[in-house]
Structure formats: structure tokens, C-alpha cells
């Protein structure tokens, strides 16, 4: 039997090289698949949860989707839209933050991290975010939720929210319970300045990262700059766990080609670290170079892009609006 896929990408700019390897390659990959629907969700509202310039914020809607496209995500054939053009992910994260409790919520280490020292100035939005996720995938029966590592904790509050959902009102079902759709070997990218931190958005240093509109050039840089240490190429996995930006090279690697570790050490046990570098620029030339050519093309038809969003949030409202309507009746409203 096919999925029910739901993931989601927050429009908040410089996509990156994690947010290709960890999520939107596997989102291509299952959307080819006839049997999985898949609904692909821009989260504009997930986004506001820090400050955004309103005219950036708009730009980076419709660069998430022009990344979706360019990545190989067929918009006829599957659902691409921005959270905020469907209503009910607001209402359904007002009536699961009354199901979830705070315990859950702090523990959630992600906020622990974006709040940083003082806590007290995050907005309530950051705080509650994981609710507001919980609603994107909820309202959707979704079945499986692909994403990176760092939300593995975030599906699991999804589960818990559906289960006391189902327990409270005595709706066995009611909520579908997802599963998440993790990468196996390779979750979690790394800045490529530090092997012990993620590759994020947020990290000041451009050359932290591999973005998607990176061209040639750039990326050839990047890679030459990167992070290493002074041994040469490893010949076996067990090195690996104390040189963690190695590690996070190799994985990158493996991950382009679909190799796995072993093989990739295999190819290169007593190359110098300068050959390896070239062949993983090499490859991320290959894989990035045309998406990044294609967003720059799609951003030139702000039309096209907008279409897209409309219809499919359309498609998304139909949806949410039935299960919506479907809550109303088991709250008793
Ligand atoms: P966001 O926008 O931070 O990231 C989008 C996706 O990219 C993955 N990712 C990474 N994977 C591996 N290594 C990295 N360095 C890395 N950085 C980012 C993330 O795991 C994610 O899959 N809360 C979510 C968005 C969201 C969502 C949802 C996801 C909102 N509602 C419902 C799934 C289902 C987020 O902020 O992702």
C-alpha cells in the first residue's frame, strides 16, 4: 500500500546542503513513487516564530518552492503550499495545545537551543512550534514524515498529541499516528567549519554551508576551505568517531553517490585528503549545480510559482477542512 507523506520546509532562506541530504532528496524520492501521495508544505507560520522582513519572507515562499521544483518535486502530481493560505493549521495547533502539556513541551531541545540564554524574550511562537507541526501532519493522516534528524523529537510530540487526541475523546484512529522517515546512516549534515555543530540557515559564516543557489565556483570553494584535520584519508569506519568533521565529509560524499561509508573509505584508504576533496566537489557540482540553475530560472516567473501555491492550497484546504470539521463534531463544538 502507498504512504500518505506530509513534510515541511520553513521559507527562511539560504537552503542548504543539510536541508537537501536530510529531507527534500528523500521527498523526490517517495513523490516518484505512484503509490504515495505527498503533500509538501511551505511553513510560512513555523517561520514568524523569530522575526522576518516581510518583503524577504515573501521572497524566500517562493524560493522554498522554486527549491522543491528544481529538486525534481512534480507540482502536478503532487500538493506543494504555503501554511499560512490554510486556515486550519492555525486552528488545529490552538486545539492540540490544549491537548499537549507542558512537560512535553520542555523537553523539547530544539527550543532550548534557538532561545538560547534568555528565554524569556523567545516568542510563545517558538516555544509552542512543535504543536503547530503536530497539526500540519495530523490534519493530513499523514503516514509517514520524512525529515532530518534534528526533528526526530518534534515527530515524536506529533505521536503522543495524536494518541491522548484518540485517548481523551475515545476516538480510536481518529488521529493517524505517523511514523517518521529518517535517513539511516547519514541524518544529520554538519557545518563544514565545524564537525561537531549542524549546517544550518541560522550560521553566520556563509562558508558554514553548501547552499542550493551556490554555483560552481562556490561550491569548489567551499569544499577547498573546509574543515579537515592533519591525518591522512582514514582506512577504517572506527576512526571516524574522533574526527567528526572527516566524518561529516565522507557522509556527505556517501550520500551524493549512494555509496555507503565503507565503500567511500574504501576509494580513497591512503589517497591524500586534496584527491578527496576534488571528487567530493566534483560530485556536489554534479548533483547542485543544476538545481541551483533551474531555482535561479524558476524565480524568474514569480507567476508560475504563485499558481502553484494557489492550487495547492486549494488541493490542502479541501483536506484539512473535512478532518477540521471532523474535530468540531468529537470537541463538541
Ligand atoms: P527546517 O526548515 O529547519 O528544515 C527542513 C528540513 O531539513 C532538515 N535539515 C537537516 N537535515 C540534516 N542535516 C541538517 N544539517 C539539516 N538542517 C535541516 C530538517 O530536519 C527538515 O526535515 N519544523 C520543521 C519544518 C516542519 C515540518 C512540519 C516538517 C514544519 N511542519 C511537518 C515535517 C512535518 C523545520 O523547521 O524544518
Avoid at 516568542?123 to 526533528?151: E, K, R
Amino acid at each position: 500500500m502507498g504512504k500518505k507523506i506530509f513534510s515541511g520546509v520553513q521559507p527562511t532562506g539560504n537552503l542548504h546542503l543539510g536541508n537537501y541530504l536530510g529531507a527534500i532528496k528523500n521527498f523526490v524520492k517517495l513523490s516518484k513513487d505512484k503509490n504515495n501521495e505527498c503533500i509538501f508544505c511551505v511553513v510560512d507560520l513555523h517561520a514568524i516564530t523569530v522575526s522576518q522582513d516581510p518583503k524577504e519572507l515573501r521572497d524566500n515562499i517562493r524560493e522554498t518552492v522554486a527549491t522543491f521544483i528544481a529538486s525534481g518535486i512534480d507540482p502536478e502530481k503532487n500538493i506543494i503550499f504555503s501554511q499560512s493560505k490554510v486556515s486550519a493549521h492555525s486552528e488545529a495547533a490552538w486545539i492540540l495545545s490544549c491537548i499537549a502539556r507542558m512537560g512535553w513541551l520542555n523537553r523539547m531541545t530544539q527550543f532550548k537551543e534557538k532561545a538560547g540564554k534568555d528565554k524569556e524574550k523567545a516568542s510563545i511562537g517558538l516555544y509552542s512550534y512543535p504543536v503547530l507541526m503536530a497539526a500540519d501532519i495530523l490534519l493530513y493522516d499523514t503516514s509517514h514524515v520524512p525529515v532530518g534528524d534534528d526533528q526526530k523529537q518534534h515527530l515524536e510530540l506529533s505521536r503522543d498529541i495524536a494518541q491522548k487526541f484518540n485517548n481523551d475523546f475515545n476516538v480510536d484512529d481518529f488521529f493517524k499516528v505517523p511514523e517518521p522517515l529518517i535517513q539511516k546512516e547519514f541524518s544529520r549534515i554538519m557545518s563544514l567549519k565545524d564537525g561537531l555543530k549542524k549546517m544550518s540557515k541560522s550560521e553566520i559564516s556563509d562558508q558554514s554551508r553548501v547552499n542550493l543557489t551556490d554555483d560552481k565556483d562556490q561550491i569548489i570553494n567551499k569544499i577547498k576551505k573546509a574543515k579537515t584535520d592533519a591525518l591522512p584519508m582514514p582506512s577504517s569506519g572506527e576512526e571516524l568517531s574522533k574526527r567528526p568533521e572527516v566524518k561529516n565529509l565522507i557522509g556527505i560524499y556517501s550520500s551524493l553517490t549512494d555509496l555507503n561509508f565503507d565503500e567511500v573509505i574504501k576509494e580513497f584508504s591512503g589517497k591524500n585528503f586534496s584527491d578527496f576533496k576534488e571528487s567530493l566537489s566534483q560530485v556536489l557540482v554534479d548533483k547542485i549545480t543544476p538545481i541551483s540553475v533551474e531555482i535561479k530560472k524558476l524565480l524568474q516567473d514569480s507567476n508560475y510559482l504563485d499558481k502553484i501555491l494557489l492550487d495547492g492550497s486549494e488541493k490542502a484546504d479541501k483536506i484539512a477542512s473535512q478532518k477540521m470539521k471532523k474535530i468540531h463534531e468529537i470537541i463538541g463544538f
